[in-house]
């Protein structure tokens, strides 16, 4: 266990963006903040949830997997150190349930590549984001327990820098990180995780619902309502820490070369399950809805879950961000509550 | 927009007309869709099913073309109950008389035999709109392309006025604009008769104040043609040169036939695009341009907001922003034009343009952008229009008389054929085709037919027929569905594999020379 002064991680983090491409916190001129290659100058440690998952940096959004090139094949798995300084402890869970579906039964060599070349620091919560965290409910929370390199426990001036891997030794290893040898460093640190445990409240819904889907489904009303409602931008898909699905696509580039290109897709588009014939067993919006939500809260994996729940790791992006309010949230009060 | 995005928020009433909002504008359509859930009311006007009709109060389904009819109906309705706001009418308008003689003929009855809305609903929908506190109406393309275009506009804003739901929070009229930046394109004065901020080219002050800032003289007062007048001028002859920015015609105007006589005849086209479009491969100079990714610079949204974008990627091979290409003919031409950078520009903009003078990129790159009119440097911008007093001062009442469209269906031509589009594609797909995930959403076009006149006609959704109007033809597969009313069949302009502009009718409104695309008349048939 290691301690570091708060003012001086601009410093470290510029030192490690020297090696690594590091994505870190960054102040935008309009107030938001994003993670974003880092810069010094706009870097920060004073920021909320970002709105996307760091999820891009293992699935881009679009990426080549292979080429055509004067009509031979270039396999294209792209290598670069990568760091991700700051992330979240349930974006953390969801890079992890990500990495187990990866490489369960096969291995994607392409997440397999960027996960290799990614090295992860979690800054653990001390409180919630905001409203719409769900951490504890889910055990996703509010800090990470395994699979991260570094993590940083806010103590007031200083963090307390906890090492979860060799690299992540080496890399606290000198100065400025200091040891913490107190004798009730353990103590002090649980207590400071108990603290963050306790300030983000249980949805109990989130269980309650879970339990409702086991026991036979949630009314199809509630699917229908939603299904209404619900305008296919895909936006709770694009944000979701845990969504894995793409889709396949070749483009051409000029005559004869081209190139294989993956890219984010959603299950609540209609295309996503139509079949050759035009039929499509997830005929309805309402039908689409209900086959996401039940993924994440009854037909997931086990091993993929890692240490969490379900396969929801309750960040709340999907209810920050809906435009009509079919978040995870709503949708389990909705369940559980048996509002429609 | 009157009003502003977040307006939607707190309204009562929506009075959604000629508008597929959640295909459309689907972040304005479901704040329509929350507020409804939250209690608000919404009617809803159109002759097709869309989404939106899930969560209408009321749903009217007009025959094509006859909203002025509809809406004058509703205003003679309002007036005669007297739920019409009279301190209001008093103290902001002028003509209220006119208006109550010309509505006076628009009887429920009368109306009906236009319409096909029965009159106790009209009454229902007027007593609702009259009644709401804070009620905003909604419209797009199908209030506007219609050879009564204007004067649908008017009517709409004569209902607004009578009941005082404009120029307080939360109620007014707010056409919603088609593109990212069509709102932007018309405040720089890309319309035939104005400079930027709508000031008139035949207007001597404003003359001199440009001619002043360009060290020109001379500068014509005349104003320009329209698309669709510069279309018939180069169809005669008269107009020899065209130079297309960003537009494809050959696939976005009506009567494709007449369009592509028209690009043939000229002497000189130039297209300048970020794609080879059907257009651009007529040209005889492609100027390629670069995309919004590739460039600095400011758009204009629906309510007024100007944001400010920067450059994420360097255009690919000779691209250049807009701004350069025509900054570089300019000085080729002999013009000084020397602006550095397009922060230049917009510090010209803020001289010359009054309801643009407060918004800088100093401003603009620090928040989420600025809502004209915003006249100074301190000036917070403008959330909604006409607050205490119309721009003239009272607000006008131009009271219209219903005018029917421009074809109506006969024995040949049976059938109304309207146009739109759909959630996944854009325009005239130049961009959208371009998206697999897109495509695999929506790959075909189709027709919308209604069951009961498939039925008679011995079509199945997925066959392919054929319609005919008095201009062209085109074969696209049909869709059998209710979403379309009975002798009315839909299909959009995004596909070039049925080229539905090649029937429609180029018949103008006689002031914007909007052309008719929401109605013609054709003759549909299965193909064997």
Known sequence: MKLIAKKDVPAVVDQWSKTYAVLAPSLQRNGECIFDTFDRATFTLEYRKPSMPPKSTYLPQSEAIFQVKDGGFIHSARHEKTMLFGIRACDHTGIRQARSFYSRDMDDVYHRCHAEDTLIVVHACSWPQNETCFCTTVHSGPYAKEGFDIQLFDMGTDFLV?????????????????????????????????????????????????????????NETVWEHLGRKCITCGGCVYVCPTCTCFTVYDRVTSEGNGERVRAWDTCLYAGFTREASGHNPRASQALRLKRRHEHKLLYYNETDNQDALC?????????????????????????????? | MTNSINEFDEADLFFVIGSNTTAQHPLIGSRIINAVERGAKLILFDPREIPLAQFATLHLK???GTDVALVNGIMNIIIQEDLYDKPYVQARTEGFEELKTMVARYTPKVVEQITGIRSSELYRAAVMYAQADKAMIVYAMGITQHVTGTDN??????????????????TGVNPLRGQNNVQGACDMGGLPGVFTGYQRVNDPATVKKFEDAWGVSGLNPKPGLTITGMMNAAHQGTLKGLYIMGENPLMSDPDLTHVEHALSNLDFLVVQDIFLTETAALADVVLPAAAFAEKQGTYSNTER?????????????????????????????????????????????NALTPSYGGITYERLSSGYGLQWPCPNDTHPGTVFLHRDQFTKGKGSFLPCEFKPAAEIPDDEYDFTLTTGRIYYQYHTGTMSRRVDLLEREAPEPLLEINPEDAKKLGIRSNDVVEVESRRGSMRIKAEVTTRVPKRVLFTTFHFKESQVNR????????????????????????CS
Not at chain 1, 178 to 187: G, Q
Not at chain 2, 153 to 170: E, Q, W
Request: hydrophobic share 40%.
């Open chain 1, 162 to 218: 906890e090492a979860g891997s060799d690299t992540g030794r080496e890399l606290i290893a000198d100065a400025p990180f200091r040891a913490f040898d107190v004798d009730d460093a353990s103590e002090r640190l649980n207590r400071v995780k108990h603290m963050a445990l306790n300030s983000i409240p249980i949805v109990s819904e989130v269980t309650d619902a879970m339990e409702i889907l086991r026991a036979g489904g949630a």
């Open chain 1, 311 to 340: 396969g929801c790791v309750g960040c709340g992006r999907c209810s920050d961000y809906c435009p009509v309010h079919i978040g995870t949230i709503e949708v389990v009060k909705a369940i559980a509550d048996h509002i429609y």
């Open chain 2, 62 to 64: 007009q025959t094509f």
């Open chain 2, 153 to 170: 506009v008017k009517t709409l804003a004569n209902l607004a006025m009578l009941t005082g739901h404009v120029g307080r929070p939360s």
């Open chain 2, 305 to 349: 907001r100007v944001q400010l974008a920067q450059c994420a990627v360097s255009p690919p091979g000779q691209a250049k922003a807009d701004w350069e290409i025509i900054t570089a003919l300019c000085r080729r031409l002999g013009m000084k034009c020397d602006y550095a950078c397009t922060e230049d520009i917009m510090r010209e903009i």
């Open chain 2, 503 to 526: 029937l429609t009718n180029s018949a103008c409104d006689p002031v914007a020379e909007i052309p008719e695309l929401k109605g013609c008349s054709v003759k549909i048939r299965r």
